[in-house]
């Protein structure tokens, strides 16, 4: 089951997203924001299958510029693929609930790890650990 029918949607709607190609054309896409990835559909329909970005696989928004009526934003990913987007600016543009969702994600993790190795670590050794983390 994909996460899209696990997590919150954040954000829906059209994104432009740059091709890859040589010509890097501007195509719309529909997108879906969830607590978990961007997915993005080839279609307006959602009838396609979507391309999944899980917000693990994200290192960071960049490269944030406006431009006319557009905000032009670069997701760069952990294996540094660097991926161009485009959205018409207003009040909750994309960049901005990426980046939130981003952060999120990220604290959510940095919680859930801290829980993992706190089960796993002797209540001896967890003392230690506190006393010379303060």
């Given at each position: ?7 919150e949607v954040l ?6 997203k740059r091709s ?115």
């Amino acid at each position: 089951m994909s996460s899209l029918g696990l997590s919150e949607v954040l954000k829906e709607g059209e994104l432009e997203k740059r091709s890859d190609n040589l010509l890097q054309f501007w195509r719309k896409k529909t997108c879906v924001l969830t607590s978990d990835s961007l997915n993005i559909y080839a279609d307006g329909q959602k009838r396609s299958k979507a391309k999944e970005l899980k917000l693990e696989s994200i290192k960071k928004v960049d490269c944030v510029e406006r431009t006319g009526k557009f905000v032009y934003f670069t997701i760069v990913t952990t294996d540094n693929k660097e991926i161009d987007f485009r959205c018409f600016d207003e009040d909750n543009c994309w960049n901005a609930v990426i980046t939130m969702a981003l952060i999120d994600f990220q604290n959510r993790k940095a919680i859930q790890d801290f829980k993992s190795l706190q089960e796993t670590t002797p209540p001896a050794h967890q003392e230690r650990h506190l006393v010379k983390s303060v």
